[in-house]
């Protein structure tokens, strides 16, 4: 019985380490640009912390052979991975806008 | 038959039993006032409500037939169904008066815990679901055997049992808190009869029942959600004057990044978007056997898209809406200085503010109650489901009856899905007794228990490396220190620092949802150390069940190689279906019919009745034999009988790969 490689370990190392400082130097250039309590900074933490993870997640994908291009239907399904991301940012996106888009009736 | 009408019986005496306590309740102890004799119109509307669905539930249970009927409806749904059948089961009784409540404090916020699902899709999509397809397990607990070793197995039924019978009595509780608050029933009357019908539903009809009934519950929840929120802006003066008298920082869809130690941006999105949705779509024995249930990967994939992407929203809608348009009301009130409702207790958002919109109108408070109910049962009946499934794959089959027949196995899994009901009720007694929030105990024990498994099966379906000594030592190591933090809560700081950057002097951090993010961490940290200080696993035991070999999980599915040649997808035929013994467990196309899928002998093809309202449940999987000679499809009289398809009606052929 033969045992496990390990595939690209300086790739995955290196990546793993990207991934950690972007982690923690993200939360502390939205802070440092727009405030603790700016508008869009939630906005901007969970898009970029989840654009992290769902980075991570497609490279994790295509690397293991698990979406293959050349495969019927990898593709469109590739496709609609981006679009979901898309379709949440845009859509809090535009809600986090039209909070103080539109004029309050109250004092 | 009989016993069937016995247990009707015996629940409709049930219901008469409530009667006295009705008569008994205190006007004094409701958080709103109905009307003399109300009660009764709001009881009645439940009990006809709840005797459909009983009866709805049962007429299923003639498509069971064996234990793979019983738990996945033999892989036969469309996507259509499972997403609608998942909408009720995500939204649990005490979903409106949760987020009503959340809404009501936090605005838009509320939906927060419903909308950060998609950044793990990609793991799941391409990984978890064809990996769990394609090995053909039966339960969480059997991947960890195969992937590990039997000592992994049985760790994790000890936490995936201890979690789903909590989360039964979890449910009942609440719907009977609710149910006293409302009409003054007792909380045990109630609990009871919900039990008893649930009960019977779930046992008599398994996974079609639960798919089926939640398929109506469903539709039943949406359009609760759909009259209090139009209700609410009609109230209010249309949609304009809802949003206008919402307050800006109450219609942001996000709280403030740390501000609030409750429910803060950047600890939901670590605790409940990360942790807890992998727990979710990875580790929900319900949730996954709704996706095993599908005829095809692609079947689950397309409901995953539809229920995270559309249907989830609109869920968070539904639950969260009650307490925007409560807290629109109370600020257009301040402004005009009227008092549109008493809210002691925000606890009870859902019911008062659902009572005052529809201006006191018992008929549609009534309906807005049944839908509770439905929330209730949709859940629990999931979970009733998912423990009978653990129950007989990982316990029965191993250490009571080994090798019986599948009758025999389905006649244990009915007696185990009663017993996991009765469990259930027997928890309720326990909630009883204790005096925390229950909001929060019930995240603190999430959070304290599910890491470590999270962990252990991302690392085993991602990692090929990471072998038995490290998921062993990381399940134990990562649960224990887990619960540590709880006596030393400031080992968390660091970590919740480090991603978070510091919370102001000031906040005293909430660390419940950040101890999911730890529990993954330290885990993920022991299994990576583990595994590098100890041997390769052999690529035989780890073939076919990590995301590296997906290739060879879907030859082994099939039994032969896949192919991918491109036909047409569908074919509606009107050819009928023809008995033939000679087909052997296989299907035989007509010529021409194989020639337009790209159908090759072996390839596994999807047979269903032409008439798609039955939601495929007469269908069924079967691997394709030589072409058939004549103008028929033909099957021998088992599959057919499997497939509860009939001959002389009109077919649609699918390949699946």
Known sequence: MSAVGTRRPLTVALSALAVILALWGLPRLLMAWLGIDGHWTPYLYQYAMGGIVFVVGLGVILASGACDFKRPGDRMWFGVLVFGYLWYAALHGLFTWLAFAVPFHGE | ?657
């Open chain 2, 1 to 657: 038959m009989t016993r069937l009408i016995h247990l009707l019986l015996l629940t409709l005496l049930s219901m008469a039993a409530a009667g006295p306590a009705l008569a008994a309740a205190e006007a004094g102890s409701f958080e709103i006032t109905l009307p003399p004799g109300s009660q009764v119109v709001v009881l009645a509307i439940c009990i006809v409500y709840f005797v459909a669905i009983l009866l709805f539930g049962m007429v299923f249970g003639r498509y069971t037939k064996d234990t793979n009927d019983f738990f996945y409806s033999s892989q036969k749904f469309p996507w259509w169904l499972i997403t609608a059948s998942m909408v009720a089961t995500g939204i649990g009784s005490y979903s409106f008066l949760k987020y009503a409540q959340a809404g009501f404090n936090h605005g838009l916020g509320s939906t927060m815990t419903y909308l950060n699902d998609w950044f793990v899709m990609p793991f799941f999509m391409f990984g978890w679901l064809p990996i769990i397809y394609f090995s053909r397990v039966r339960s969480i607990p059997e991947y960890f055997e195969r992937r590990f070793n039997w000592v992994v197995r049985y760790l994790s039924v000890v936490v995936i049992l201890g979690y789903m019978l909590y989360y039964i009595g979890y449910n009942l509780f609440t719907i009977g808190v609710a149910i006293e608050g409302i009409t003054g029933i007792g909380i045990w009357t109630s609990v009871l009869v919900c039990t008893l019908i649930i009960g019977v539903y779930v046992t008599v009809g398994g996974q079609t029942a639960v798919i089926f009934t939640d398929l109506v519950q469903g539709i039943m929840l949406y359009l609760a959600g759909a009259v209090v929120l139009i209700g609410g802006m009609i109230w209010l003066g249309g949609p304009g004057e809802f949003w206008g008298w919402l307050p800006p920082e109450f219609r942001q869809p996000f709280t403030p990044i740390n501000l609030d130690p409750n429910l803060g941006t950047a600890n939901t999105f670590w605790g409940e978007g990360i942790a807890g949705s992998i727990a979710f779509t990875f580790l929900n024995q319900g949730f996954i056997m709704r996706y095993l249930a599908a005829k095809s990967v692609n079947e689950g994939r397309k409901a995953a898209l539809a229920n995270v992407v559309f249907l989830l929203p609109l869920s968070a809608v539904v639950v969260s809406c009650a307490g925007w348009v409560g807290r629109a009301m109370v600020t257009k009130g301040a402004t005009e200085g009227l008092i549109p409702f008493e809210l002691a207790d925000t606890y009870h958002t859902f019911t008062t503010v659902v009572w005052t919109v529809m201006h006191q109108n018992i008929y549609v408070f009534g309906f807005i109650m049944a839908a509770l109910l439905a929330a209730l049962m949709s859940t629990v009946d999931t979970l009733i489901n998912a423990c009978a499934a653990v129950g007989v794959n990982d316990l029965y089959r191993r250490f009571v009856k080994e090798e019986r027949s599948e009758r025999h196995y389905l006649t244990a899994a009915r007696w185990i899905s009663a017993g996991a009901t009765g469990i259930g009720l027997l928890l309720v007694w326990l909630f009883t007794t204790m005096q925390a929030d229950l909001f929060n105990l019930h995240y603190k024990g999430i959070m304290v228990i599910i890491p470590a498994m999270v962990t252990v099966i991302f690392m085993g379906a991602f990692w090929p490396r990471f072998n038995t000594p490290a998921a062993i030592t990381a399940m134990v190591g990562g649960s224990a220190i887990n619960l540590l933090s709880l006596k030393f809560p400031q080992w968390i700081t660091p970590l919740s620092d480090f991603v978070l950057a510091s919370p102001p002097a000031g906040i005293d951090p909430n660390y419940s949802l950040f101890r999911g993010l730890f529990g993954v961490v330290v885990t993920a940290a022991i299994g990576i150390m583990v595994t590098f200080l100890t041997p390769r696993p052999a690529v035989e035991k780890v073939t076919g069940l990590t995301v590296f070999s997906l290739g060879e999980a879907m030859a082994k599915f099939k039994g032969s190689l896949p192919n991918f040649t491109r036909g047409r997808r569908v074919i509606s035929t009107s050819l009928g279906l023809a008995v033939d013994e000679a087909a052997a467990g296989r299907i035989r196309l007509p010529q021409q019919v194989m020639e337009e899928l790209a159908v090759r002998e072996g390839d596994l093809v999807y047979v269903a009745d032409s008439r798609r309202w039955l939601g495929g449940v007469r269908s069924v999987q079967v691997p394709a034999g030589p072409a058939a000679s004549g103008a028929a499809i033909l099957l021998d009289a088992a599959t057919l009988d499997k497939g509860s398809l009939q001959v002389g009606h009109a077919v649609r052929a699918e390949k699946i790969f």
